[in-house]
C-alpha cells in the first residue's frame, strides 16, 4: 500500500502542504508496521529510514526537518535544509517540540502517537509551523512561546489539529488536571480521574491567544486503527505530521 497521507481539512492558502501520515505504506513490522517514523521507539533503523524517505518523497519537498522532542518548550526556526540530507539521521535534529519556517520546500514533521500534533500557517502561506502537543507541552508554554517566535500576528493565522487521543480513551489525575488549571476540556470519571479532551485544551489555548481559525481532524488514534496510539499499545510506532510550503 503506498504512502497516503491523512490530508488536513482547513481553510490553508494556495502553496501549503499539510497533513498526517498513518499506519500505512511503510516498511516497518510487528508493532511498528508499518509507516513508524519515530527513532526512539526500538524499530530497526534502517526501516525508519526507509519510512523518512517515503514521507520526504510523499511531500515532493528537498528535505525535511525532524525535532528531538522533549515534551517541553523550546521553539526552533527552521531557517535552512537540515545540515545532512538524510532524513534518518537524529544526530543533528535540535531539541524542541515546536518549529517554524519561511523556507520553500523544507517539511516540517513532528511525531505523535497520542499527543496533538498542531499546524499552522499564516494567511498569506508565508511562514508554516509544526508543534507537537502532549499536556506537558500544552500545559508548560508550547504554544505561546511558538506563537511569540512567529513573525506574523495569531490573528492572520490559521491552525489544524491533526490525529490524537480522544477524551474518551484518555483518562488522566489530578495533577494533569491541575497543571492544565481545570477548565472545559476536563470531565469526571471513574476513581478520580478525569477525561481530558488534549485536542479540545489545545484548541481552546489558540483561540484564547488570538488564532481565530482553528480546525480538527476529529480523529482518535486509539480508537481509529488505523494510527499509531502509545495508550492503547503501549510499544509502538509514531506518524508524524508534516507541513510544508510548496
Ligand atoms: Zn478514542
Given at each position: 500500500m503506498p504512502l497516503a497521507l491523512f490530508e488536513a481539512a482547513w481553510p490553508a492558502p494556495r502553496g501549503i502542504g499539510a497533513g498526517c501520515t498513518t499506519r500505512a505504506g511503510g516498511a516497518s513490522a510487528g508493532p511498528y508496521a508499518t509507516l513508524n517514523v519515530g527513532a526512539g521507539v526500538r524499530d530497526a533503523p534502517e526501516r525508519v529510514a526507509?519510512?523518512?524517505?517515503?514521507?520526504?518523497?510523499?511531500?515532493?519537498?528537498?528535505?525535511?526537518?525532524?525535532?528531538?522532542?522533549?515534551?517541553?518548550?523550546?521553539?526552533?526556526?527552521?531557517?535552512?535544509?537540515?545540515?545532512?540530507?538524510?532524513?534518518?539521521?537524529?544526530?543533528?535534529?535540535?531539541?524542541?517540540?515546536?518549529?517554524?519556517?519561511?523556507?520553500?520546500?523544507?517539511?516540517?514533521?513532528?511525531?505523535?502517537?497520542?499527543?496533538?500534533?498542531?499546524?499552522?500557517?499564516?494567511?498569506?502561506?508565508?511562514?508554516?509551523?509544526?508543534?507537537?502537543?502532549?499536556?506537558?507541552?500544552?500545559?508548560?508554554?508550547?504554544?505561546?512561546?511558538?506563537?511569540?517566535?512567529?513573525?506574523?500576528?495569531?490573528?492572520?493565522?490559521?491552525?489544524?489539529?491533526?490525529?490524537?487521543?480522544?477524551?474518551?480513551?484518555?483518562?488522566?489525575?489530578?495533577d494533569v488536571h491541575g497543571r492544565a488549571g481545570g477548565g472545559a476540556a476536563f470531565t469526571r470519571a471513574g476513581g478520580g480521574k478525569w477525561r481530558f479532551d488534549l485536542p479540545a485544551y489545545v484548541a481552546e489555548r489558540l483561540a484564547s491567544f488570538g488564532v481565530r481559525e482553528v480546525a480538527r481532524s476529529g480523529v482518535c488514534v486509539s480508537c481509529d486503527e488505523r494510527f499509531f496510539s502509545h495508550r492503547r499499545d503501549g510499544i509502538t510506532g509514531r506518524m508524524a505530521a508534516v507541513i510544508w510550503r510548496r
Open positions: 526507509e519510512n523518512r524517505w517515503r514521507l520526504l518523497a510523499a511531500t515532493g519537498c528537498e528535505g525535511i526537518q525532524w525535532l528531538h522532542q522533549t515534551h517541553g518548550a523550546e521553539v526552533f526556526h527552521a531557517a535552512q535544509l537540515p545540515a545532512s540530507p538524510r532524513p534518518d539521521d537524529r544526530g543533528d535534529a535540535p531539541a524542541a517540540d515546536a518549529m517554524w519556517t519561511e523556507r520553500r520546500g523544507l517539511a516540517l514533521a513532528v511525531t505523535v502517537a497520542d499527543c496533538v500534533p498542531a499546524l499552522l500557517c499564516d494567511a498569506r502561506g508565508g511562514v508554516v509551523a509544526a508543534l507537537h502537543c502532549g499536556w506537558r507541552g500544552a500545559t508548560g508554554g508550547v504554544i505561546e512561546a511558538t506563537l511569540a517566535a512567529l513573525p506574523a500576528a495569531p490573528e492572520t493565522l490559521r491552525a489544524w489539529l491533526g490525529p490524537a487521543i480522544c477524551a474518551a480513551c484518555y483518562e488522566v489525575g489530578d
